[in-house]
Every structure is written in C-alpha cells, then in structure tokens.
C-alpha cells in the first residue's frame, strides 16, 4: 500500500497493490497491519457505509461533533468521484482550507479522513457507489452539515451545472456559523 499526504497532512490518499490479469484483479481494501505502515495510524474502525448515487448528486459536508466524531476511511468500488475534506479544526493552521482527490473503481484509490474534517464527494460517473469505513458510529445529534458551496472555503467542484442535494444538504451552514472542533 502506498501512501501519500496531501496538502493537509492528515489526510491520507491510499493506493493499495493490485494484482490482475486477464480474469480480473484482487486487492485488500483493508488490512489494519498494512495501514498502519503506511500511515502510523491504527484506527478502530466500528460501522461500514455503502452508498448510491447519480451523476451530478453532491454529498456533504458532512462531520460529527464530540463524542461521536469520527475518522472516516473512503472508497469507491463502482463509478468516480470527487472526494473532499475540510478542515475544521479551529486551532489548525489549515482552518478553512480544503483537499480533494479523484477516487475511483478503476483507480482503487482510498482517503483516510480524520475527525476534525468535514467531508463530501459529488458523482462524476452515470452512477457511483461509495463504501466508508468509520471510527465511531451514526449519531443524529452530534451530526452537521457544512454549504457545500461557502465562498470562505471555496471548494472547486468538477461540475457542469448545479449539483443534485439532498434537503439536509441545502441547509448546510457557511463555515462562520457552523459548530466546529476547537
């Protein structure tokens, strides 16, 4: 497994071996040894998500609070994406700024998001299916959403057009209102 930091050095873009020929192809998409190698971290990872969603659907951004914040360990085994993290960490020097990666059936690629980041995705193939991995599990009250298009933060989305929301979503709150980590 191959690991690189990006901008933000918390958050991590995996890119795991994959073996293939002619049949097809095997990976592990988690081995707990082998992302600790590559990232020093050893998550407990205690609920996994799948999910489906149509070209042009934007998720996010979406983050819980204490005590339910979770680390988040993304992929996407049908479709691509484009996949963001935001960092919320009022004391951090990257408050405000964002990192984003291209994830993919085809390119296998995973990003470790860590609690204190707000995260969304919008579909860039007919369809995408998205799994996540996450450190703490569903909570309604300590979950926020975040406007996916705040100027303060200024996200630059691949996207022809207006993206498909949720009614959640079309309420986020700019980064200056939002609950966020100290």
Same mark, same amino acid.
């Given at each position: 497994? /191959? ?16 073996? %293939? *020929?002619?049949? %097809? ?11 600790? $190698? ?5 998550? *407990? ?5 799948? !999910? ?11 983050? /819980? ?7 988040? @360990? ?23 700024? #964002? ?12 990003? #470790?998001?860590? !609690?204190?980041?707000?995260? %969304?995705?919008?579909? @860039?193939? &007919?369809? $995408? &299916? ?8 569903? !909570? ?7 406007? #996916? ?7 630059? #989305? ?7 929301? !949720?009614?959640? *979503? /079309? ?5 200056? &209102?939002?609950?966020?980590? &100290?």
């Amino acid at each position: 497994m /191959q690991a690189v930091r990006l901008a933000i050095p918390e958050v991590v873009l995996l890119t795991p071996k994959v073996f %293939g *020929d002619d049949r %097809g192809f095997f990976y592990e998409s988690f081995n707990a040894r082998a992302f600790e $190698a590559a990232t020093g971290l050893n998550p *407990d990872f205690v609920q996994d998500n799948h !999910s489906r969603s149509s070209k042009h659907v934007l998720r996010g951004l979406h983050y /819980q609070l204490p005590p339910h914040a979770q680390g988040k @360990l993304v992929r996407v085994v049908q479709g691509e994406v484009f996949d963001v993290a935001v960092d919320i960490r009022r004391s951090s020097p990257t408050f405000g700024q #964002w990192v984003g990666a291209h994830l993919s059936a085809a390119n296998h690629n995973q990003l #470790w998001i860590p !609690s204190g980041f707000a995260h %969304g995705f919008i579909t @860039l193939s &007919e369809t $995408a &299916e998205f799994l996540y991995k996450t450190t703490d599990f569903y !909570s309604t009250h300590s979950e926020r959403c975040i406007a #996916w298009n705040d100027p303060q933060i200024g996200i630059e #989305w691949p996207a022809e057009g207006a993206p498909l929301l !949720s009614g959640k *979503d /079309q309420q986020g709150l700019p980064l200056a &209102e939002a609950d966020v980590f &100290e």
